[in-house]
């Protein structure tokens, strides 16, 4: 039901867009966002977008060089990402809410109740 796509290889200061649609829900998304995960590490917030109240939030080491997205009548949400450095590597997840709206914990994944499989993202140096 939630489908990344757009990942790959890229060398140090190189673009990617990745892509996520959500279907076949029950209920309007209120929120998508974009984690990841790099081998060893937890599962990080990167960005995310509220349709309503509309908001954008990103986690500050990919401020000024990635941008989130979206439509929300087709529930898809895009993460363009410039400037990629070798730390950027990692799987990215979209994940989609159909009940959160808050300001404050979109950064936990269990406000999120769908996600889907990732999307490999390396970045070489």
């Known amino acids: 039901q939630v489908a990344e796509s757009g990942g790959g290889l890229v060398q140090a200061g190189g673009s990617l867009r990745v892509s996520c649609v959500a279907s076949g829900l029950t209920f309007s998304t209120t929120y998508m966002s974009w984690f990841r995960q790099a081998p060893g590490k937890e599962r990080e917030f990167v960005a995310g977008i509220r349709w309503n109240p509309r908001s954008i939030n990103y986690v500050d080491s990919v401020k000024g060089r990635f941008t989130i997205s979206g439509d929300n009548a087709k529930n898809t949400v895009y993460l363009q990402m410039n400037s990629l450095k070798p730390e950027d590597t990692a799987v990215y997840y979209c994940?989609?809410?159909?009940?959160?709206?808050?300001?404050?914990?979109?950064?936990?994944?269990?406000?999120?109740?769908?996600w889907g499989q990732g999307t490999q993202v390396t970045v070489s140096s």
């Open positions: 994940l989609v809410s159909t009940h959160y709206r808050g300001d404050t914990e979109y950064t936990n994944p269990l406000k999120y109740n769908h």
